[in-house]
């Protein structure tokens, strides 16, 4: 299966950091990748983990456990304009299209 | 540089109606995937074309067809729409290749309402 599964909603504060986890089904997986979307907005991409690890850019990082089926992204010193949707991917087993869980609602306050 | 680019933002379809959307990908970029969003939820697969043809295809009805022109535009047209195809329509655009799959750069959506 392709199934992902994520939170439905977090709430953090402004300043503080947050993480939003995702766990996947094992078959066929090739990486996790991770976007932002704003209200009425495009999803943007906002980093890939092919391997096991940590991959950092700049107050965002985001891990991923093969082992464990589980990945996650971390946001660091939250500010209000990180509010949005934020959805784990999956590569499909053909290479070509982007499976997304349902997204985690994030609500940054101050 | 210009990004995903997608036309028109908004349309009001009745039922049985057809529609056709419009996508031209970001400089650069040949490979073109459509994808359904309902409001609350994550992106749906649609198809996606390279080379003028649909490579891979979602789940969804022959009522969903596509097509992409040689300057690596495409339209997705939908038939016989239904009240359950109301949603946000989004093009992404990537290039060829495993590595560029998994980040694709997409347009802001046309919003499709069916009433």
């Known amino acids: 299966g392709q199934s992902l599964e994520q939170p439905s909603e977090v709430t953090a504060v402004e300043g503080a950091i947050v993480q939003i986890n995702c766990t996947y089904q094992?078959?066929?997986?090739?990486?996790l990748s991770w976007y932002q979307q704003h209200d009425g907005g495009a999803p943007t991409f906002l980093s890939y983990n092919a391997l096991d690890g940590l991959e950092e850019t700049g107050r965002f990082s985001s891990f991923l456990s093969r082992s464990d089926s589980y990945g996650y992204l971390l946001l660091q010193e939250l500010q209000m304009k990180d509010s949005a949707s934020y959805f784990c991917a999956r590569l499909s087993n053909s290479g070509y299209a982007l499976n997304f869980g349902k997204g985690t609602s994030l609500l940054v306050t101050p | 540089d210009a990004g995903v680019t997608q036309s028109p933002t908004h349309l009001i379809k009745t039922r049985g109606q057809q529609v056709t959307l419009r996508c031209s990908p970001k400089?650069?970029?040949?490979?073109v995937s459509w994808y359904q969003q309902a409001l609350g939820q994550g992106p749906q697969f649609i198809f996606q074309?390279?080379?003028?043809?649909?490579?891979q295809r979602g789940n969804f009805p022959d009522r969903f067809s596509g097509h992409q022109f040689p300057n690596y535009s495409s339209e997705l047209n939908v038939n016989a729409l239904l009240l359950g195809d109301s949603a946000l329509y989004l093009c992404?655009?990537?290039?060829?290749?495993?590595?560029?799959?998994?980040?694709?750069?997409f347009g802001p959506g046309t919003r499709l309402t069916v009433t």
């Open positions: 094992t078959s066929g997986f090739y990486g």
């Open positions: 400089s650069g970029h040949d490979t």
């Open positions: 992404a655009s990537s290039s060829t290749g495993l590595a560029g799959g998994y980040e694709q750069y």
């Open positions: 074309y390279y080379e003028e043809e649909e490579r």
